[in-house]
């Protein structure tokens, strides 16, 4: 069967959009587990994990053949290295839902400490910046790209009131809350980071669009 | 100037053992700057990012420019993606001392909790992996990398003592200490995924020696 390189780099497009896929339901599910407590959907996320780990395989398998069979130059190279980039950071998006799925399971035996109002917001936010940038991604949609950093510093000020909340409120004020406390405050963290890599995707995005530097320069993000 | 393809890589080389090297200083000091409650060498930890960061883009710059020019094939193209993702592992590994940096200004105006002894260990540990995982990459020594992921299990270890330690003998029956032991706590876990990216590293080291995966695949490293 004879293959033409636009359909490699349909291929590759649709991959990622697969992968990104499987890791926006990985989140989900995550923080599913958290609120509902439940310790078998957690449990799923952690085994699960394997399924995405095999496929960032093959998407980089494939991607380096493009480059050496097909010797691809200026933006088909560009989408290429791009899309290599954007599947390590998916990867690593599944492992931190694995991570906040261990931290469930650390507490879904436990007393509830508070009724969860910021997890699940930071966990949309999370979710649709994933989304998003992979839109993005796959349309060389500049626009969307910019709109995700940019919402960012929303996930930011969320991850700072729950650290806040749950040391002042809780920790500082009760020992027995400590060992519950310290895993939410350790979800937190994992999906402000989620938002940290759909940033660092966002920047890879614009710069495959204008082969123009972001990364490292937010102030470039003003200026257009 | 006429440059030739060795020439070229050459550089790549020389250029992630530089960037590598500024690494590994950035940890180096942002656990003196724990250890000696030193506000001046944190701030200068994370002013000094930039550095790492203007590198970063150079090097990656280069090596798509390799790709684009001299369309390298077999090893010399995976040579190239190998030092493409350590290169960006290198950065992420400097944004973690750039965080332990923003714990140490957090708590270095407190008292101190407890003698730090764990966590210079630990420190000790991510920087020998940081520097074995690079001399594995420009050596092409796969042994040395094998060495690197199996001490990744001592890192871990250690995270979780120390995390244990802070939050069961400190946080759970002093309220007081809370504020102090969480950025500890944090500080612990940086120095843990410091080890986790070279770990990374080790793993994309030895497939480009290989041509075999071994990332995901941990029972591989005991069949050879």
Redesign the interface.
């Known amino acids: 069967m004879k293959r033409y390189f636009d359909d490699d780099l349909k291929k590759l497009n649709i991959d990622i959009l697969k992968m990104a896929a499987l890791v926006e339901v990985a989140i989900f599910r995550s923080i599913e587990a958290l609120k509902n407590r439940d310790k078998e959907l957690a449990e799923y996320v952690i085994k699960n994990d394997?399924e995405i780990?095999?496929m960032?395989?093959t998407i980089e398998e494939n991607a380096?053949d493009l480059?050496?069979l097909r010797?691809p130059?200026?933006r088909d190279?560009?989408f290429i290295?791009t899309g290599?980039?954007i599947n390590?950071e998916l990867e690593r998006i599944a492992d931190l839902a694995v991570n906040i799925a261990q931290r469930v399971l650390e507490i879904v035996d436990k007393p509830i400490l508070k009724p969860l109002i910021d997890i699940p917001k930071l966990n949309d936010i999370a979710r649709k910046m994933v989304k998003d940038v992979i839109d993005a991604f796959v349309n060389s949609d500049e626009k969307l790209a910019k709109e995700v950093i940019l919402s960012d510093s929303e996930a930011d000020r969320l991850r700072n009131l729950i650290q806040k909340e749950l040391?002042n409120d809780y920790?500082?004020?009760?020992?027995?809350t400590?060992?519950r406390g310290?895993p939410l405050?350790?979800i937190a963290?994992q999906l402000e980071r989620i938002c940290d890599h759909a940033t660092n995707i966002a920047e890879d995005v614009i710069y495959m669009v204008q082969a123009k530097?972001v990364?490292?320069h937010p102030e470039m993000l003003d200026k257009t």
Do not use: F, G, N, P
């Not at 920790?171 to 027995?176: A, C, I, P, T």
């Open positions: 394997q780990d095999e960032e395989l380096i480059l050496a010797q130059l200026a190279l560009r290295t290599m980039k390590a040391i920790m500082s004020k009760d020992v027995s400590v060992t310290v405050l350790l963290r530097v990364k490292h």
